[in-house]
């Protein structure tokens, strides 16, 4: 780990901080909520060992990189237009493309506004979620899941971060990476995320050292930059309206685990295992869904992850 560069870059009017290790074709690597670079130090450390340059930012919102209060700078390009200027700044063209989470749904809008920068997408949990321009997608998942869905109880300002201020930071990391199973989480407002299980070990993929790093990061920066990613998801909704149906031209690989919250949410494992996955993105390659995985992948299964990568960006 001491081996990984820590550089701050100015980009699209902040400051970006960024992880980067290793020489060779770049691998742009895009965490999710609530994590930060640090949720690819595997991934970093394996990588660069294959001839690859490894670059992990802090999006904007999380750890060392600024982050703007309001949620309307939080849109699909405002990150997008964040990782182009960071690329600019370090004078590179193109790169692989690898996200998770948040992440996996910025580097979906990354190789629609700019497949010209991206050479191939690995993209972990979430698939590309295919805009529908009769309602919001927020609205959808309310009709659907009801307003204590917990994306739908991130929405209100302000809320979930008096909720997560009641639970030592540490703890409240441990309930959130253990929360995101098979099963959705719900939210009673009367219960809030405090609520939420605390395991009563340890998870095996994570050690004290590795929670007490995100709750430092969490503990100074807060979680309203993280929270304001869902709050700006219909604002989202409005303005890619001109990409409407637009497919995905990049090649690209998805990865997801069976016990992924994501996996089990309604529709979304017949669209997976559909032909309407390849209709939006006609040069997905492979979609590979690993046995007794939940969430977070990338760090539950570093090595695998790390393979599933290298076996396809190797091709390019």
């Known amino acids: 780990m001491e081996k990984i560069e820590h550089t701050t870059v100015a980009t699209n009017g902040i400051n970006m901080h960024i992880a980067s290790i290793g020489t060779g074709p770049v691998i742009l690597f895009l965490h999710g909520f609530p994590e930060l670079w640090y949720s690819w130090r595997h991934q970093l450390l394996s990588l660069s060992s294959h001839g690859y340059r490894c670059i992990a930012p802090d999006l904007r919102g999380f750890g060392d990189t600024d982050a703007p209060p309001s949620s309307a700078s939080y849109t699909f390009f405002h990150i997008v237009g964040d990782l182009v200027g960071l690329l600019d700044h370090l004078g590179i063209d193109q790169v692989f493309l690898v996200g998770h989470d948040w992440g996996a749904m910025m580097a979906w809008n990354f190789c629609l506004f700019r497949p010209d920068r991206v050479k191939a997408l690995v993209n972990l949990s979430v698939p590309f ?188």
Request: hydrophobic share 40%; aromatic share 14%.
């Open 129 to 316: 979620i295919r805009r529908n321009p009769a309602m919001k997608t927020l609205d959808s998942w309310r009709a659907l899941l009801g307003d204590d869905y917990y994306f739908c109880r991130f929405q209100e300002p302000g809320e979930a971060e008096k909720d997560f201020a009641c639970v030592d930071t540490p703890i409240l990391m441990k309930k959130l990476f253990s929360a995101f199973g098979p099963e959705l989480v719900f939210i009673p407002k009367e219960v809030g995320f405090r609520g939420l299980k605390t395991p009563d070990t340890l998870l095996s993929w994570l050690s004290e050292e590795d929670i007490n790093y995100y709750a430092s990061k969490f503990n100074q920066k807060g979680f309203t930059g993280g929270l304001n990613y869902y709050r700006a998801f219909d604002l989202n909704w409005e303005l890619t309206a001109p990409w409407n149906g637009l497919q995905i031209k990049v090649p690209a690989k998805f990865i997801v685990g069976d016990l992924d919250m994501v996996y089990h949410m309604p529709g979304t494992k017949e669209y997976i295992h559909s032909s309407a996955f390849k209709k939006d993105v006609p040069d997905l390659q492979d979609v590979v869904v690993m046995e007794g995985v939940a969430h977070f992948i990338n760090q539950e299964k570093p090595e695998e992850i790390s393979a599933h990568i290298y076996d396809f960006i190797k091709k390019f």
